[in-house]
Each structure stands twice: as structure tokens, then as C-alpha cells.
């Protein structure tokens, strides 16, 4: 017992030694802003509902912004499923989500927002206070993201920064904690339903920018407007006027900006950031670009792609990433309270290819909010189909052996490659399929594409003759290609169809709860294989257990070290499940002594984990070291009540999330008592396969404990069974067919036997 946790020790030291030496490489790659004040003001132009596809040919500006600075895509997700106008300028004045109280929903969808105002009373360029404030206070208390509106102004102002904000929702940005700014300037009214009304005074709100700038602030935020797609007078929305169409907006948003850039001194940095949608249903990844000269508060920003440490993805950042770039570039430290990573700039080649990586996040972000369930329902409802008529057959001729083994043998091929499909939605990624005219069929084409020389490998190697060889070299392949992914930066996962989706703004590298469940699962079924196939060759109990070991300590340094899977969650469920069997494994009986160890090491690797992300600088650090943090500060509760809060939301958020709990208690019935649920054909495998039971275990332990430590655990055990159904099919129909030639072939020695003389 010493000896295997002495090597499990051994192996995760080296596996976090490696992993520290990894994210700090990463951290170094990325870079920070440096310690100091820019040349000149920092300068943020705000709008909303502004898309990298509405740069045209008619929008000269905007097409330059893209040739000489460093751009990226948008996330602007925020409390709610779509982010108003007030909830985007919120994240940048809270460097968190926050928002609005929800309006009424209306007929016309463009009205479903509130538009930012002023008080009463206030006059350009003196102070003003936003309308409204104590309620977006009021909202932010009463949220689960501890948002701090007012953060950004008051970091400034006690920093000895000035501010002046140009229009009511760059007076949300740059307020304080009381709502007060001390320049604000009223910007340009807005159109109907809240549009940019082409042949407004653009030429007056360039002027009120140059009042601002020469108020000598050292920031100053302009509101430029909100794009919005509103639709035409109808028979609901009769009493509403004609809006100006998108691409007049767009068009007039462009000579703004072009007027407004004008003015602007060289040695300004200056961020145009699109920091929510616009108003409709639909929600997109927006427009953000950045341009400064190189100074003391940081390198410059020029042609290229914007970099943030919070997504860890070229050309991907957040909302919540615009106050630590703004105090960065201000040379203020940003207060720790504050999500989010400053921007940084990274090589993006030619103009056109910067362009078409940004258009392809957002334009595959959205096919895929409408692709996965079709998808997954569609393809569940086939492999059903496949594996019961494959089992059906098989039962049916129990009668005609060569038809049996013939379906069996058909019924396993197909639940090993059923369970090959998961990997295989993210290699179909190395395909840009939603270019193309129908991106639902070709991503489904690159689907099978992918997985048929996986199912290739896992059923065509000498492992084949081993019962438990192509489940488990199916579990080796998937936990290949995901690791491989997060090791190269997630780019897979970040648009695959069981990945991070950066419209959800969940998670936008490393291992997500449902990629953690298909990650584990794979694992176990991996682990097993090669532990019996070191059985059947001779080795001790202790080399096999020694080998279980092995495989979690990759797996937990993939899932679990920051800059990798920077998985909070996942650790604490790998290091028992894995423990446990390895100890089943090795022929050692779990006691509570034993089982004590297991908790110990398991709380070891974490701390480990957390305190080498913790060690990191701030703005590199993942969640696990913010955690740590947290902890120190003695907020630690409150993030454990916010993520058990937000479970539970999870739980009862749908009736299938609802079901899941007890469909987890049904299937945890049948695959621990097979014969009083009518199993047998499982309780032959368990007979033949003496460590498919304990494997089954590890897995149980592991999905309840990824329920219930994650903040959106529920997700956890549907994903896991995406890879476990399948490879117990594939398991039992080898373990049946065996059992079938076994009786056959004593039914022939029998026969062969000669009859004793009386």
C-alpha cells in the first residue's frame, strides 16, 4: 500500500512540476502590461450590436480599423441569455457581469432594452449622475456574480485619474460607486426604438470629444449608439415608426467613428469595443479593436489580434477583459475583485485572414446554438436504432450460432465506433464546415470522416483479442485527442459541439464540465484495458495498480494544472475515483484508513494545483488561483454558496435536467444488481471481466462527485454517458460471445468424449 501511493505521489509531483513549468511558458508567451502612464489619454469608443460581417466596402472605417489594429471577437455575455446596451457599459464599469432589472417584454424586440440616461439637470461638461444607478446597485447586490458597479471610476479617482464621459451610457462606465461622473456630455440622442438615426449632429459629437479630451481626462469613453435590428412596422407593432435599416445604421455608425477618430491626438490608445447585442433574441460575438503607441503602460498595439489571459484564445476575449486593459494602460493596478485579463497584442497575419478568423468564431458560435440538439438527437436516435436491432438479432438467434456471433461481432464494432463520436466532433473542427453553403451536413459528413479511422484503430489492432481492447483503446483515442486539444490551446473544443460555445461565455479553454465527463469516463475504460492486459501477461496486482495510477496522473494533470484543463472541480472527483481502483486493482481491501489517505491525497493535489496558479501574476491567473485568493480574503464561502447556487439553478432549470438525478439512480441500480433488472447479458460480462465491476464503481464515484463539486455539474453525467453506454454494450456483446463459444466448446469436448463401458 505505501509503495503504490509512494509512486501515485511520485507521478503527480513530476505531473504538477510539468505543468507549472507549462503555464508559466504560457504566462510568458502572453506578456502584461507594463508598470507606468501612456503617452497620451486612453480613449474607449462604446457602441452595441456592431458584428465583424457588417464590415463592408461601405464602411471605410471601420475596414481600416481592421488593417492597422489589433481586433478580436467580442464575448459580451452577461446576467441574461441577451446583454442590453446598460449591461455591457455595467461590465465595463464593474470588470464583471452585471445588468439591468429585466423590462417588460414588448411586441417589438429592439424595445426590450433600456436605454442609458442621464439625470436630470446635467450639462455638458459638468458633473452629471446616471438614471437609474441604484437600481443597476441594487441588481449587481442581488446577483451571484459580486459585481461592483462604479469600480472602474472610483479605482480611478483614487488613483488621481481623471475622467469624462461623452453620452449617458459612457457616464455608466465612468461613474462611480454613486452613479457621478465629473465631466459627462449628453453624446447624440438616439433614433427610434434606440437605432443610430443617420444625418444626426455627428460633426457636434465630435466636438463634445474634443471638449472631453481637452478637459485634459485621462480617460475618456465615448457612447457612439447602438445598432439594432428592429423589425418593420406590422400588425403587432403598428403604432411604431419606421426604423432606419441595419445597414443604414452601420453606415452612419462608420462616419461617426470616422469623425470621431479624427480628432483624436497620435499618442491617445484608443479601444472601440461593441460591448452588447442589439436588443433582438439572437446574441453574437461583436467587434472589439484596440490601437496604442508603444509606452510605459505597455507595448503597442498595432495590425495583429488581441490576446487576453481570461479566454487564453488569439483573437477571442471578453467584456470583463476592457477595465484591467483600461487601468493597465492608466497605470493602475486593477483591484482583485475585477474578472477579466488587459488585452494584449499577438501576431494575426495578413489584414483578410484577421478578418476571417474573427467572422469565423461568431458565424460558428451561432450555427452552433442551433446545431447541437438537432445533432444529438438525430445521431442518438440512429445509434439506439443501430445497437437494438443489432441486439435484437443477437437475442433472436440464440438458436443459429453463426447468425448470433455474427451479430455480435457487429453489435460490438458499432458500439465501439458509437463511442468514438464524441472525440470525433472535435477532430471534425479541423474542417471549417460552417463556411460552407450547408454547415449542418458537412459538419455531420466531417463527423464520420473523423471517426471511422478511429474506429479503424480501436477495432483493427492486435488489442482486438482482448475483451476489453477496443472499448479501451476507444477510451485511449478520446482521451488522446481531447488532451491533445487542450495541450494546443483548446482550439477545438472552443466551437465543438460538446465544447466551450463563446456565446455562453462559460469557458473558453481547458476542460468544461461535459468535456470532463466524456475526459473521465475515457480514462476509466483505458485504464482497464491496459490493467488486464498487464493481467493476462503475467504482472503483479501492484504493476496493474501501478499502471491505473499512471493513467490518472495524466489525466489529472491534463484536467486539473493551470494554463491546461484549469479544472476546479475536476481533480477532487478523479484522485478517488482513480484511487479507489487502483486499490480494488492491487487486491486491497478499502478501509477507512485507506479511504482517509485517498481524501488527503485527493485535498493535496488540488492545494497543489490552486497555490501553483496563485503563485502566478494576477491578471495570469485561472479560477483556481482567483479561488485561492478568495480564500485569503475570507470570500471563499461565498464563492462555494454562488457555485452550489448555480448547480441547483442548473438542476431545476429544465425537466431533462430534472430527470437526470433519478435516470442516474436507475442506471446506478441496474449496473450494480444486473439480475434483478434483467441484465444478464451485463452480469455475464461482470462474470468473465472480473475488473469491469470495480471500473463500473470508479465511474460512479467519479460522476457523483463531478456533480456535485461543479457549478453546472448536472451536465456531467448525460456527457459521460456518451462514452460509457456505448463501451459497456461493446464489452458485454464481447463477454456474451465468449460465453457462447465457451459453451460450444465444451458442449463439443463433451460430445467427443468416449462412453464408458457398463
Not at 438616439?190 to 460633426?203: K, N, S
Request: contains cysteine.
Amino acid at each position: 500500500m505505501r509503495t503504490l501511493l509512494g509512486a501515485v505521489l511520485a507521478l503527480g509531483t513530476v505531473a504538477l512540476g510539468a505543468g507549472s513549468a507549462v503555464a508559466g511558458s504560457t504566462a510568458a508567451v502572453a506578456g502584461t502590461p507594463a508598470a507606468g502612464r501612456p503617452a497620451g489619454p486612453v480613449v474607449v469608443l462604446g457602441t452595441a450590436g456592431l458584428r465583424w460581417d457588417d464590415v463592408v466596402d461601405l464602411t471605410p472605417t471601420l475596414a481600416s480599423l481592421v488593417e492597422a489594429d489589433a481586433v478580436a471577437a467580442l464575448a459580451v455575455r452577461s446576467v441574461r441569455d441577451t446583454t442590453c446596451p446598460v449591461d455591457g457599459w455595467l461590465a465595463l464599469s464593474a470588470g464583471r457581469r452585471a445588468a439591468d432589472a429585466p423590462p417588460p417584454a414588448g411586441p417589438v424586440p429592439g424595445a426590450r432594452c433600456r436605454e442609458p440616461r442621464l439625470e436630470p439637470g446635467t450639462t455638458s461638461g459638468g458633473a452629471g449622475r446616471v438614471a437609474g444607478w441604484d437600481t443597476y446597485r441594487a441588481q449587481a447586490d442581488a446577483g451571484s456574480f459580486d459585481a461592483d458597479p462604479g469600480l472602474l471610476g472610483a479605482t480611478l479617482t483614487a488613483a488621481g485619474r481623471t475622467v469624462a464621459a461623452v453620452g449617458p451610457g459612457a457616464a455608466i462606465a465612468t461613474a462611480d460607486l454613486a452613479g457621478r461622473t465629473a465631466r459627462v456630455w449628453p453624446g447624440l440622442p438616439a433614433g427610434p426604438l434606440g437605432t443610430i438615426a443617420p444625418g444626426g449632429d455627428d460633426v457636434g459629437l465630435a466636438a463634445q470629444v474634443a471638449q472631453a479630451l481637452g478637459s485634459g481626462a485621462d480617460l475618456v469613453v465615448v457612447d457612439l449608439g447602438t445598432v439594432r435590428d428592429v423589425p418593420a412596422p406590422g400588425p403587432d407593432n403598428a403604432d411604431v415608426d419606421a426604423p432606419v435599416t441595419r445597414p443604414e445604421q452601420i453606415m452612419a455608425l462608420d462616419t461617426r467613428l470616422s469623425l470621431v477618430l479624427a480628432d483624436l491626438p497620435a499618442d491617445a490608445t484608443v479601444v472601440l469595443a461593441s460591448l452588447a447585442d442589439d436588443g433582438t433574441a439572437a446574441t453574437h460575438l461583436a467587434v472589439v479593436a484596440a490601437h496604442a503607441p508603444a509606452s510605459g503602460a505597455g507595448p503597442a498595439l498595432t495590425s495583429g489580434l488581441l490576446h487576453s489571459s481570461s479566454t487564453r484564445q488569439d483573437g477571442l476575449v471578453q467584456s470583463t477583459d476592457l477595465l484591467p486593459t483600461v487601468l493597465g494602460r492608466l497605470g493602475v493596478p486593477v483591484p482583485a475583485t475585477a474578472d477579466g485579463s488587459p488585452l494584449v497584442g499577438v501576431p494575426g497575419g495578413a489584414t483578410a485572414d484577421r478578418l476571417q478568423h474573427v467572422t469565423d468564431l461568431d458565424t460558428a458560435s451561432q450555427l452552433l446554438l442551433g446545431l447541437v440538439t438537432p445533432f444529438f438527437a438525430i445521431a442518438g436516435a440512429l445509434e439506439a436504432a443501430v445497437l437494438l436491432v443489432l441486439g435484437f438479432a443477437a437475442h433472436g438467434a440464440r438458436r443459429a450460432p453463426a447468425t448470433r456471433h455474427r451479430a455480435l461481432v457487429l453489435l460490438r464494432a458499432a458500439a465501439v465506433t458509437i463511442a468514438l463520436v464524441p472525440a470525433a466532433t472535435f477532430l471534425a473542427n479541423l474542417w471549417p464546415w460552417w463556411r460552407g453553403p450547408a454547415p449542418g451536413a458537412e459538419l455531420a459528413i466531417a463527423v464520420v470522416v473523423a471517426v471511422l479511422p478511429l474506429a479503424g484503430v480501436a477495432l483493427a489492432g492486435p488489442w482486438r483479442r482482448h475483451p476489453l481492447g477496443p472499448a479501451g483503446v476507444a477510451g485511449a483515442l478520446t482521451v488522446a485527442v481531447l488532451a491533445a486539444d487542450v495541450l494546443t490551446g483548446s482550439r477545438l473544443s472552443l466551437v465543438a459541439l460538446i465544447g466551450g460555445q463563446p456565446l455562453v461565455a462559460g469557458r473558453f479553454y481547458g476542460v468544461s464540465n461535459p468535456v470532463f465527463g466524456i475526459l473521465a469516463v475515457a480514462a476509466v475504460l483505458a485504464a482497464l484495458a491496459l490493467a488486464d492486459v498487464l493481467g493476462r501477461r503475467g504482472r503483479s496486482p501492484r504493476d496493474q495498480a501501478l499502471a491505473v495510477a499512471a493513467v490518472a496522473t495524466v489525466v489529472t494533470l491534463v484536467d486539473g494544472v493551470p494554463g491546461l484543463g484549469s479544472d476546479v472541480g475536476g481533480p477532487p472527483a478523479l484522485v478517488p475515483a482513480f484511487g479507489l481502483l487502483a486499490l480494488r486493482v492491487a487486491g486491497v481491501r478499502v478501509t477507512w484508513r485507506r479511504g482517509g489517505a485517498i481524501v488527503l491525497l485527493t485535498a493535496g493535489v488540488l492545494a497543489a494545483v490552486s497555490m501553483l496558479d496563485w503563485l502566478r501574476p494576477a491578471a495570469e491567473r485561472t479560477h483556481l488561483g482567483r479561488f485561492v485568493q478568495a480564500v485569503l480574503d475570507g470570500g471563499a464561502g461565498d464563492v462555494v454558496l454562488r457555485k452550489l447556487g448555480q448547480n441547483g439553478a442548473q438542476l431545476v432549470s429544465s425537466l431533462l435536467t430534472l430527470l437526470v438525478p433519478p435516470a442516474a439512480v436507475v442506471l446506478a441500480a441496474v449496473l450494480w444488481r444486473p439480475d434483478r433488472w434483467y441484465a444478464p447479458a451485463l452480469r455475464t460480462a461482470y462474470d468473465r471481466e472480473p475488473l469491469l465491476r470495480p471500473g463500473v464503481g470508479a465511474i460512479g464515484v467519479l460522476l457523483l462527485l463531478g456533480f456535485a463539486l461543479n457549478d453546472s455539474g448536472v451536465s456531467i453525467p448525460p456527457a459521460a454517458l456518451l462514452v460509457l453506454a456505448p463501451a459497456l454494450v461493446a464489452v458485454t456483446a464481447r463477454a456474451v460471445d465468449d460465453e457462447d463459444a465457451a459453451r460450444r466448446d465444451a458442449a463439443t469436448a463433451a460430445a467427443r468424449r468416449p462412453l464408458k463401458r457398463r
